[in-house]
């Protein structure tokens, strides 16, 4: 599954016909057809199962689980007001279901740590850091620093996809699926965002980035390391892999490279 959940991210070919008012219209779609999706999937999520870790790895995951349950718990009021400058509304509804699937994910990794017995942190530097450079820029660098941690996120969701506990490799099986669209998400508004960005502008953006990519996946290689390490995973191994996503993703959210010209937007990998 995880071979085929990373293989539709950024080098599928694009959805769409074409960068306008319908882009959005159908994540709007997309995303309001997830709801059953969403429903069906959780439903199938061994809850009430055993864990069969050993002591050191059941705290291993949950102090990792606890770190990303508070980054996926943010009501994105900020990223929300500064889209709706852009005085598009189908951009908008998109990004408030957007949002809500990010809280989904809180919401699952917090019963997954009350099975552990264990409670939701209240902050954490990670993310108190995320979160001042998410406010202190604009919407195009707000949604870049999405796409960092969703590429960063799709590797360590495929990791916990290894666990030998039944609950979380369902909940990591069930993230992972929208992870992939996420990513696609992003790769959307950036396309549009940079629309008219010279080449030159959109190269320093995505140097920019860069910096950021590599930071992340080294903060989360050293941060969350046995917990990596308990589902089978090397730290220095997760940080390429998760870079590599970011690069599959950075060419064609930048438009660089082969992906430089053209607008057609990717859309999600299946119709609504």
């Known amino acids: 599954m995880r071979q085929q959940e990373m293989s539709k991210t950024s080098t599928s070919e694009p959805a769409g016909q074409g960068a306008g008012p319908g882009t959005f219209a159908v994540w709007g779609e997309y995303f309001e057809a997830n709801l059953v999706r969403h429903a069906r999937l959780d439903a199938q999520i061994p809850w009430a199962s055993r864990s069969p870790l050993p002591s050191a790895a059941r ?7 606890q770190r990303f349950e508070l980054g ?3 009501e994105g009021t900020g990223l929300m007001s500064k889209a709706a400058a ?16 990010e809280q989904k994910h809180s919401a699952l990794f917090a019963r997954a740590l009350k099975r552990f017995g264990v409670e939701p ?4 530097w990670s993310d108190g850091a995320f979160v001042v450079l998410r406010r202190l820029m604009g919407l195009r660098t707000e949604i870049t620093l999405f796409l960092v941690a969703e590429t960063v996120a799709l590797e360590y969701f495929g990791a916990l ?9 369902g909940v990591a099986e069930r993230v992972l699926t929208d ?19 010279s080449p030159v502008g959109r190269m320093l953006a995505a140097a920019a980035a860069w910096t950021v990519a ?20 090397r730290p220095f191994t997760f940080w390429g ?28 990998t299946s119709a609504p």
């Open 59 to 65: 705290v291993a995951t949950s102090q990792s689980l």
């Open 72 to 74: 996926e718990r943010g």
């Open 86 to 101: 852009r005085g598009d509304a189908d951009y908008d509804a998109a990004l408030v279901l957007f949002v809500q699937e």
């Open 121 to 124: 942190l209240a902050a954490h």
């Open 161 to 169: 996809h290894r666990s030998l506990d039944p609950v979380i490799h």
């Open 179 to 197: 992870e992939v669209e996420h990513i696609r998400f992003q790769i959307d508004q950036l396309r549009v965002g940079f629309e008219r960005v």
């Open 214 to 233: 590599v930071g992340a996946a080294t903060v989360v290689a050293l941060d969350h390391g046995p917990a990596l390490r308990a589902c089978g995973l």
């Open 241 to 268: 892999r998760a870079l590599r996503h970011f690069r599959l993703a950075a060419g064609p959210a930048f438009r660089l490279g082969r992906h430089a010209a053209g607008t057609a937007p990717y859309g999600p």
